[in-house]
């Protein structure tokens, strides 16, 4: 059981290009989010998905794109990268009923030059 | 002005001392509240979780939310080397539905050093 899969785990990209960090789970779980964390700042919400098909936004969702077509896969993407968007990020899922604990992946290190 | 405050340390102390965290909020909506350990390099792993007031207890583990006081603290009990990393206090609000749908506000975060 491998949990909650990020990769890559580490990208360096220049201003201006795109990417996708990749997200995938096999717990069957129907909510998937996606978090960055900064020094000082905690994990702050990017996006959310309550099933497949379903996407929402959260506390930050700027310059950035989720889809879920599966519900094993949860993908952020970056449509133009800005050196603003240097984060650690964090995929996260769980079950979407009651109080459910999130289970995080081991996080994607984004540097943009 | 955060919805969830954390004193982000850092704080350093011997082996087996009692170590308390505590997070303060404002949103009174929270309903639920976790705490969540982060090795160097790692995510973070969910401790413990709860959803009234009162304690919980697992093992070392003490966590406890007072909501009349927006006030939420985790104890460690003897507390070890591998207890070193940063502590992080996450709460959620009751959703539309009966589910929290894992939608998390997280605290700063404490790091946390227990030196042999």
């Known amino acids: 059981n491998a949990g909650v899969t990020q990769t890559p785990k580490f990208q360096v990209l220049k201003t201006g290009q795109s990417m996708t960090l990749q997200c995938a789970q096999d717990?069957?779980?129907?909510?998937m989010s996606w978090y960055r964390q900064d020094p000082g700042m905690g994990l702050r919400l990017i996006h959310y998905?309550?099933?497949?098909?379903?996407?929402d936004q959260g506390e930050v969702p700027n310059g950035y794109n989720v889809s879920r077509s599966t519900t094993e896969d949860f993908p952020l993407r970056l449509l133009s990268a800005a050196p603003s968007q240097t984060s650690v990020y964090f995929c996260?899922?769980?079950?979407?009923?009651?109080?459910?604990?999130?289970?995080f992946g081991d996080g994607t290190r984004l540097s943009i030059l | 002005q955060k919805e969830v405050e954390q004193d982000p340390g850092p704080l350093s102390v011997p082996e087996g001392a009692i170590v308390s965290l505590n997070c303060t909020y404002s949103?009174?909506?929270?309903?639920?509240f976790m705490w969540y350990r982060q090795y160097s390099r790692k995510g973070p792993e969910l401790l413990m979780y709860?959803?009234?007031?009162g304690n919980k207890e697992d093992g070392r583990f003490t966590a406890q939310v007072d909501k009349s006081s927006k006030y939420i603290s985790l104890f460690i009990r003897d507390s070890q080397p591998s207890d070193s990393a940063t502590y992080l206090c996450?709460?959620?609000?009751?959703?539309?539905?009966?589910?929290?749908?894992?939608?998390?506000?997280f605290g700063q975060g404490t790091i946390l050093t227990v030196h042999p």
């Open positions: 949103n009174s909506a929270f309903q639920y």
């Open positions: 996260a899922s769980g079950r979407g009923t009651g109080v459910q604990p999130q289970h």
């Open positions: 709860t959803y009234s007031s």
């Open positions: 996450a709460m959620s609000a009751f959703q539309a539905g009966g589910t929290s749908y894992g939608k998390l506000t």
């Open positions: 717990m069957n779980h129907e909510y």
């Open positions: 998905s309550v099933g497949a098909g379903i996407t």
